[in-house]
């Protein structure tokens, strides 16, 4: 943020080349075009132009003459100046910003946080219902075998793949969004974006390169076209500058240099006459600056289509300049101004970045708000949104006028979106009262001036080639300065929240049936009816496998808030549904006469395995390609499992005869009838909803 390398102190009335750390108040030191202002100072001789675009937004130059503040971090584009330091240090304003930033805050997950709820829920229900099973089992059977159902009650109530799952989908997003040159600086912020639904963007920096471009050239003289000589005179003006600004960079590109041109004397630009002038021999004195200036100051008097034009540009936020020729002879002196005839008047507009249209459509498309806060004018601010496709919502607003309350500054925010002159600790206020209203805000910028807000919201947004503050502070850093990469963001925040809440359903959904078969078998004093390795084939082949896969699919999905909710919804019935099957085919084994408890127990496995394989299928609709792929792989699986006698061995399982195998069939049946009678209800219910208007 701070980068002069070397500053030239007057210390007794010697001059020292010294480091900008040595610096103590009341050091006089001096700056001139190129430097960085390195502590906070007053001008005390000279006058500057300083570049604050970082600090506040303001995207032109500011002038400093002597009594001014200049802060630190600012850039001199113009003047020399000896400056007194007033603060130093960590008491410096850019200092100060960056301090405000350093304390480290994690992005606000809800799939963090919900996976945290439901392992605290799933801990405090498997304790006592553990405690159960264990007693129960030791109770009712031999130690070995109660060890064994013990083991298998216990261990199937653990979700033990969810945490992991969860870290694998976003690990995996971040390496995606990597190569489309996004960097994530934290696995939860590729969850935020996609729950965002207020976008505020910075102009200069974000919005804009920070470049200008020429737009239009309107000749005094009316013809329309532009002169030989306006074009030359131009190139040349552009090409004389030593030390070219934004504006002079944009005039450069616009007209090239022309042959013949020499300088032979030269007036720089400055804040207090506002305008420059060159002379260059026989091709005459042209002088390039403000044209509220040049025109009242001419010798050819007011020119009303120049001056209604001038009006009509200024209103739409652009920036004009007047080109003006020196008429008189004589040397080249700050009294030729009074002797100009105006040439042409330059029009400049910001120019936007080139992806910055189609990714505000594409936010606006998706119900997701955007408000334009600068620090620049109100209007430039405006007539840039437009320009970026952005229809301005009430009158463009003034941040001096708006109110420090919360509530009310929020009311603000919701009846515009578009603020100017607004300074850092307005962003941060802002974006805290957008967040107290509710909303989930995600913050863009570049420059220190936006330091407190990206740190407050929700997400930050840095630009790749914003100050290293903005850079150390933001959660996704945009490499190469595109806005066009978060909607990639956003597809693949999509991705994880749709996927991981499959992968909680079928985690949470073993946790509940698991709990409620714990809590039967220990009040009817059965026997556990699974061994742990029969829940490792139905976990593997229902949960594990499918769940890693579901877990890195496809899925563009709205994000919605409630995640545990929805998976709590899901899971219990189904849990308890899946669970009453198990137990039913299990007694319904269990009272046939002479059957063994091994026969048994595989007719139990072979239900929990029909109904989760169901239930599976279910969160994995819309069935694609793939998906019906991997469901019939799962499903041959399983029966080579039950086909091969060294696979049946292996897992102790011991076919049951062929009625009770029937019997089994009919029990999945009707639980999958079930099933689908209330998803389907459930999904008809929530259709009628959407579809209804709200009174």
Same mark, same amino acid.
């Given at each position: ?68 503040? @200049? ?99 976003? @690990? ?215 320009? @970026?496709?952005? +229809? ?207 026969? @048994? ?41 039950? +086909? ?52």
């Amino acid at each position: 943020m701070l980068t002069t390398p070397r500053v030239r102190v007057w210390r007794n009335g010697s001059p020292l080349d010294m480091n900008p750390d040595s610096l103590v108040i009341d050091d006089v030191f001096e700056l001139g075009p190129g430097d960085q202002v390195p502590v906070d100072g007053i001008v005390v001789d000279g006058e500057l132009e300083l570049d604050e675009s970082m600090l506040t937004g303001e995207s032109n130059a500011v002038a400093k003459p002597a009594g001014e503040i @200049a802060l630190s971090g600012s850039l001199v584009t113009g003047g020399e100046a000896r400056v007194r330091a007033l603060a130093v240090g960590e008491a410096a304003y850019a200092h100060r910003l960056a301090a405000q930033a350093r304390q480290f805050r994690l992005a606000r997950s809800e799939l963090r946080a919900g996976t945290d709820r439901i392992l605290r829920l799933v801990t405090w229900a498997m304790v006592p219902a553990g405690v159960l099973l264990v007693s129960s089992q030791l109770a009712r059977t031999d130690l070995r075998d109660a060890l064994r159902g013990s083991v298998a009650g216990v261990g199937s109530m653990v979700p033990e793949g969810l945490v992991l799952l969860t870290s694998m989908a976003f @690990a995996v997003a971040v390496i995606r969004l990597a190569r489309r040159r996004a960097l994530v600086r934290e696995l939860g912020a590729v969850e935020v974006l996609a729950r965002v639904d207020v976008i505020c963007l910075d102009k200069t920096g974000t919005l804009t390169d920070g470049e200008a471009e020429v737009t239009a050239v309107v000749p005094a003289s009316g013809t329309g076209a532009v002169e030989p000589a306006v074009a030359e005179a131009l190139g040349a003006l552009a090409t004389a500058d030593p030390r070219p600004n934004s504006t002079m960079r944009a005039v450069a590109r616009a007209f090239p240099p022309p042959q013949g041109w020499t300088v032979a004397g030269r007036i720089p630009f400055a804040s207090s006459r506002k305008w420059s002038a060159t002379d260059f021999g026989d091709r005459g004195t042209w002088l390039l600056g403000a044209p509220e200036v040049l025109l009242a100051a001419s010798s050819s008097g007011a020119d009303a289509r120049l001056d209604q034009t001038l009006t009509a540009e200024v209103g739409r936020g652009s920036r004009v300049l007047l080109l003006a020729r020196y008429v008189g002879a004589g040397p080249l002196t700050p009294e030729v101004v009074a002797r100009t005839t105006p040439q042409a008047l330059i029009v400049l507009e910001e120019k936007l970045r080139p992806d910055v249209a189609e990714t505000l459509a594409y936010f606006l498309d998706q119900g997701v708000a955007a408000k334009v806060i600068s620090g620049d004018n109100p209007r430039t601010v405006a007539a840039v949104a437009q320009r @970026a496709g952005l +229809a301005v919502v009430g009158e463009p607003v003034d941040a001096q006028d708006l109110p420090e309350d919360q509530a009310a500054l929020g009311a603000a925010l919701e009846s515009h979106n578009v603020f100017g002159r607004v300074v850092p600790d307005q962003k941060r206020a802002m974006v805290r009262a957008l967040q107290g209203a509710g909303h989930v805000v995600a913050m863009t910028g570049d420059g220190v001036n936006d330091v407190l807000a990206l740190k407050d919201a929700d997400l930050g947004v840095a630009m790749g080639s914003g100050t290293g503050a903005t850079r150390a502070v933001a959660k996704v850093l945009l490499l190469d300065d595109e806005l066009g990469a978060l909607p990639g963001v956003v597809a693949e925040g999509r991705r994880v929240i749709a996927n991981i809440e499959r992968v909680g359903n079928l985690f949470v959904t073993k946790t509940v049936y698991a709990l409620c078969l714990a809590v039967a078998v220990s009040l009817a004093r059965l026997p556990f009816p699974f061994l742990p390795r029969h829940l490792t084939v139905v976990s593997s082949l229902t949960i594990g496998i499918p769940g890693f896969f579901l877990a890195l699919a496809p899925d563009r999905s709205r994000a919605r808030p409630g995640y545990v909710g929805r998976v709590l919804r899901f899971a219990a019935p189904t849990g308890v549904v899946a669970a009453g099957a198990t137990l039913a085919a299990y007694a319904l084994a269990r009272d046939q006469p002479g059957l063994p408890l091994a026969q @048994a127990r595989t007719t139990a496995t072979i239900v929990l395995f029909g109904v989760a394989f169901w239930v599976l299928a279910m969160l994995a609709r819309p069935i694609t390609g793939p998906r019906l792929g991997l469901m019939v792989g799962l499903a041959l699986a399983f029966v080579v499992v039950m +086909a091969l006698p060294a696979m049946r061995s292996f897992y102790a399982l011991n076919l049951p005869p062929l009625l009770v195998s029937l019997a089994a069939v009919g029990i999945i049946a009707m639980a999958v009838g079930v099933l689908e009678s209330g998803w389907r209800t459930v999904n008809w219910i929530r259709e009628r909803r959407a579809s209804t208007p709200l009174a």
